[in-house]
């Protein structure tokens, strides 16, 4: 199954959280894991990364925080991705241009697995930050709707 990174997920969580708060308005990472109930230190250090790499402003002290410093509009799904998790990779045995997988010299998909990566990273860069935290889906309210799977396994 193909997935996103839990750590891509904070970031755009707490991106989304930022974009909807007004202008100057500084907000912490333990805001964003209160609210959302996302893990302290990865949440804190995925802020940490986009500070690096100016698509926030982190403020220090008793009162900082993070504000949105970039135009979430020019950051694609692909930068934002390459930022926090590094290369698009959609299988673990091969990196760039070599593999570490014993089963190099006989498989018959390197290949079509580069070609889907290739052809991933092109549709991730034709999604914008902003667009994406702003969309809307129909399926969310029928995902809120059905309680969690393994809340409901411990109920029996």
């Known amino acids: 199954m193909f ?3 839990r750590k891509l997920e904070y970031a755009l969580i707490s991106l989304r959280h930022m974009s ?12 964003v894991c209160d609210i959302y109930h996302t893990p302290f230190d990865p949440t804190s ?21 993070y504000q949105i ?13 390459q930022i926090i998790e590094g290369p698009i990779q959609i299988v673990n045995c091969f990196h760039g241009n070599y593999s570490h ?10 290949s079509p697995m580069l070609n889907l990566n290739e052809r991933i990273a092109e549709m991730f860069k034709t999604i ?5 935290i702003s ?22």
Do not use: W, Y
């Open 101 to 110: 997988c014993d089963m190099t010299s006989s498989c018959n998909v390197i």
């Open 135 to 156: 969309s809307r889906n129909q399926g969310e309210r029928l995902i809120r709707s059905k309680p969690f799977v393994q809340e409901a396994q411990a109920k029996e």
């Open 45 to 65: 250090r995925v802020l940490q990364i986009m500070a690096q790499h100016e698509i926030v402003r982190a403020e220090q002290g008793a009162h900082g925080g």
């Open 69 to 81: 410093l970039k135009d979430l509009s020019k950051i694609t799904l692909f930068d934002l991705t």
């Open 20 to 31: 909807a708060k007004a202008p100057g308005q500084l907000t912490s990472a333990k805001e």
């Open 128 to 132: 914008n930050v902003r667009e994406l």
């Open 3 to 5: 997935k996103i990174n």
